[in-house]
């Protein structure tokens, strides 16, 4: 093989990785322009053209994404999480955050500071996929099997406190992980500061309040 043809192996495989560079960067600025869009106009009143605007693409690339609907779902699981795809908390900086607690205090504050983070970030988003759902069959799949993905979530990181033997053992662990997903969804959060218009601060100290009353140990038990 000569040095020319080793060469033009180098440049190719360099082009491609550039190429593949400059196209996921395109995916993620179409997928955040589409999270903001998505949240101050709701789903139906955002386009592929009005993305395509404010992300400074064609409205080819965006359509280029995959159909509305999957442009909704990525953008939901960036938001959230940074990423999309993930199935396992623990391999997320939040969940490696959760697995840092000391103690049932702590633990009970990891969960806190978890789901309020999060929610501030995609509570529009929410409202807007929740109402999405109620037309469109793909999302509201998405939303059923989310709902299952958050129980087997909240499963995981309860059954590591409940080995560190941080969780209440007067009431039944299934029960447990029920109570802390109604605590800590997206629709309680809506609730609280959407409906009810508490601020922030105030749903994190109610959230944390109740997580410490109703799922840990009683602090007189450790």
Not at 154 to 165: M, S, T
Request: glycine share 4%.
């Amino acid at each position: 093989m000569t040095s020319q043809s080793i060469s033009g192996k180098a440049a190719r495989s360099y082009r491609s990785t550039l190429r593949q560079q400059q196209a996921e960067q395109t995916r993620l600025r179409v997928v955040a322009t589409a999270a903001q869009l998505f949240a101050a106009e709701g789903y139906t009143r955002t386009t592929f053209a009005k993305i395509a605007a404010a992300a400074g693409v064609s409205a080819e690339t965006v359509q280029g994404q995959g159909p509305k609907a999957a442009l909704m779902i990525a953008a939901i699981e960036h938001a959230a999480f940074g990423v999309s795809g993930e199935e396992n908390v623990f391999n997320l900086e939040v969940g490696r955050r959760i697995l840092a607690a000391d103690d049932c205090t702590q633990a009970a504050e990891a969960l806190t500071v978890m789901h309020a983070e999060m929610f501030e970030r995609v509570a529009h988003l929410a409202l807007a996929l929740i109402g999405a759902a109620s037309s469109d069959p793909e999302l509201d799949r998405y939303l059923t099997d989310t709902r299952a993905s958050v129980h087997l979530q909240l499963r995981r990181i309860l059954d590591v406190y409940r080995d560190r033997g941080w969780l209440r053992e007067d009431i039944s662990f299934d029960e447990l992980v029920e109570t802390t997903a109604v605590l800590c969804s997206v629709e309680t959060y809506l609730q609280i500061t959407h409906r009810d218009g508490w601020s922030v601060t105030a749903y994190r100290t109610w959230l944390r309040r109740m997580l410490t009353e109703t799922i840990v140990n009683p602090p007189q038990a450790n």
